[in-house]
């Protein structure tokens, strides 16, 4: 991964969370690290424990953020949900998926969220 890449990634992440919080949600985690891969962020919005998927583009890219999720990346990140909740012994949540796509046009980020996206 190139470092303009990364940075765009970890700026993306910032402004998935602070937008989440804006709408109520509340942050439980970043980036958690599972056998197997990572999550970006982990929140919950009453009932529901979100697992995010957070990608950052820029305006020009070829295709939209959420295209970059595919049905194996969906899979992987249902898994490592699933690992995340037995490990903290989570019982009282339902389980979502959502995906945030930042679209960057110069310094301005656009928020686009599919909530329960798969």
């Not at 991964?1 to 940075?7: D, L």
């Not at 992440?13 to 509340?26: D, Q, S, T």
């Not at 958690?32 to 697992?51: A, C, K, N, P, S």
């Not at 995906?99 to 928020?111: A, C, G, L, Q, Y």
């Given at each position: 991964?190139?470092?303009?890449?990364?940075?765009m990634?970890?700026?993306?992440?910032?402004?998935?969370?602070?937008?989440?919080?804006?709408?109520?949600?509340?942050?439980?985690?970043?980036?958690?690290?599972?056998?197997?891969?990572?999550?970006?962020?982990?929140?919950?919005?009453?009932?529901?424990?979100?697992?995010?998927?957070?990608?950052?583009?820029?305006?020009?890219a070829?295709?939209?953020?959420?295209?970059?999720?595919?049905?194996a990346?969906?899979?992987?990140?249902?898994?490592?949900?699933?690992?995340?909740?037995?490990?903290?012994?989570?019982?009282?949540?339902?389980?979502?998926?959502?995906?945030?796509?930042?679209?960057?046009?110069?310094?301005?980020?656009?928020?686009?969220?599919?909530?329960?996206?798969?």
């Open positions: 991964m190139t470092h303009e890449k990364a940075r990634g970890g700026q993306g992440e910032n402004v998935a969370a602070r937008f989440l919080e804006e709408h109520g949600y509340r942050v439980l985690a970043r980036n958690v690290r599972t056998g197997g891969g990572e999550i970006d962020l982990v929140v919950e919005q009453g009932e529901y424990l979100v697992f995010v998927e957070v990608k950052s583009r820029s305006v020009n070829p295709v939209h953020p959420s295209q970059s999720v595919t049905k990346k969906q899979a992987r990140l249902r898994k490592l949900g699933e690992r995340y909740m037995v490990h903290g012994n989570i019982t009282n949540r339902q389980p979502r998926f959502d995906v945030i796509s930042v679209i960057w046009e110069k310094d301005n980020p656009r928020v686009e969220h599919l909530v329960n996206a798969f």
